[in-house]
């Protein structure tokens, strides 16, 4: 190794970043006269970039991953522990550390029973959807082959994601997509006027309008239906009172499989171990990624019902009849050992307790910038999993300039404090603050958020 790298010389690690990386996510342009950002370090809820500034994280990773914060070495050494005993081996066998998180985790699920490793939520929601498309081969005679999704609701980066993603910005410049994936309206009662939806009983009419879309496909035509619990990127929407209990009805009236991504609200985010069991709701397929090992190993699961788990070997016969999929990386044994030791923290230090506790202080600070800053259009969220819609009006609700979102999410980090806005999503929209700080936070680590974004604010709009 050159001896630049291994003294952590930041000016030549800087010079290779720029040299050689594609980021994710970002226009690299500006790097040819700046410098990209680059984390060098992280502890708890910090982390500290190439300049030696320590910043609050009030996002888990950038994309609401590591929910117990940074620098556990238990994890750490689980994942070592486990990598000199066996590392990896394809998943068409087992291995200790997968049996073992299987166990703990369907003991979170009441009503689930299998597991299915994989490496990344896209990934895991690709696997629902091909066991969705095998099934109808299977059973319906290929007739129930269409998925719906939501609008605004986000499954992944792959073509078969992107066919069911409901961001059209993300999606813009990657078609042509996958066929038989169907859009049904989104549930954010804020924006129930530009629906045309009715004030009252507004979450049942929003997934009535699911059904009305099964309707016009054809029920014969319609097998799953995959869903955000809480809808992440595309603003972070709480579904409305009626929604879930309604959205249930219409899958078990039509022989659809219901699907929930739990990319983001899973293990923990929500103050539950997952974003649907507060609602009732009692899914087919439930899929999980960033949370679950806190990002400290990559792993993703696609977890099902047994009814489900059953037409794929009801009958042995036909060398056909089995989930024919592979995961590579999915047979490697730092994610579940990263896994069994992230859940064992979340359970001995009552992290589900603190986020309860900590989302409802963050979401009542969030209330009281409200009547300060009349820029704030609606605070949403649940548990440690929050955002601020910004309008440029409240009585019309025009939503603020995206421009000045992003200015807002600037004067945060020029504080030290790094939140997140949703962007390059859903046109016209992309005016959401967006707020999913560690498990592990404290009250002066939430008023510390508060205060930035009150400040942020105050700069920026007055």
């Known amino acids: 190794m050159d001896d630049a790298f291994r003294d952590n010389d930041i000016s030549r690690i800087v010079e290779a970043d720029k040299a050689h990386v594609w980021h994710h996510l970002i226009q690299h342009k500006p790097f040819e006269t700046g410098e990209p950002r680059i984390i060098t370090e992280g502890k708890g809820i910090h982390v500290w970039d190439q300049k030696g500034t320590r910043l609050l994280d009030a996002v888990s990773g950038g994309v609401w991953t590591v929910n117990v914060g940074y620098g556990r070495e238990s994890i750490a050494n689980a994942v070592r522990d486990q990598l000199i005993k066996l590392n990896y081996f394809a998943g068409a066998a087992g291995t200790i550390p997968g049996a073992v998180f299987a166990e703990k985790l369907i003991d979170k699920m009441p009503g689930l029973t299998r597991v299915y490793y994989c490496n990344s939520g896209s990934e895991a929601n690709e696997k629902a959807f091909k066991m969705i498309r095998q099934i109808a081969h299977k059973r319906y005679g290929g007739k129930k082959t269409k998925i719906l999704y939501r609008d605004r609701d986000y499954h992944g980066t792959t073509i078969g994601a992107l066919s069911a993603g409901g961001q059209d910005q993300r999606n813009a410049q990657y078609g042509p997509f996958a066929p038989d994936f169907v859009r049904v309206p989104h549930c954010l009662e804020y924006r129930a006027g530009d629906q045309g939806a009715p004030v009252e009983n507004y979450g049942e009419w929003a997934a009535d309008q699911i059904e009305q879309v099964i309707l016009a496909e054809g029920p014969e035509t319609v097998g799953g239906l995959c869903l955000e619990p809480i809808t992440a990127g595309g603003g972070v929407i709480t579904p409305p009172e009626g929604y879930w209990p309604r959205v249930q009805e219409i899958c078990r009236k039509y022989d659809v499989l219901l699907h929930i991504d739990e990319v983001v609200c899973g293990v923990g985010r929500t103050g539950e171990w997952f974003g649907y069991q507060h609602y009732g709701i009692e899914p087919d397929f439930v899929t ?90 609606q605070v949403r969220g649940k548990g440690l999993f929050a955002g601020i819609e910004l309008v440029a009006d409240r009585a019309t609700r025009e939503p603020a300039d995206e421009k000045q979102c992003a200015r807002i999410v600037a004067e945060c980090a020029a504080r030290n404090v790094i939140i997140g806005v949703t962007n390059r999503s859903v046109p016209g929209y992309n005016n959401t603050l967006t707020f999913s700080p560690a498990l592990i936070v404290t009250e002066a680590q939430i008023d510390e958020i508060s205060a930035a974004v009150d400040h942020s604010l105050t700069a920026v709009f007055g």
């Not at 949370?291 to 794929?312: K, L, P, W």
């Not at 024919?324 to 859940?343: L, Q, V």
């Open 288 to 377: 999980m990624a960033k949370g679950v090992a806190s990002g400290y190993a990559a792993i993703a699961c696609c977890v099902t019902t047994e009814r489900v788990f059953d037409m794929f070997k009801d009958n042995a016969d036909d060398p056909m009849n089995y989930f024919r999929d592979i995961s590579t990386f999915g047979g490697c044994t730092a994610g579940p050992a990263a896994a069994i030791e992230n859940m064992r923290i979340i359970e001995d230090e009552g992290l589900l307790a603190n986020t309860n506790a900590m989302g409802e202080r963050l979401l009542a600070n969030f209330e009281a910038l409200a009547e300060k800053h009349r820029v704030i259009g």
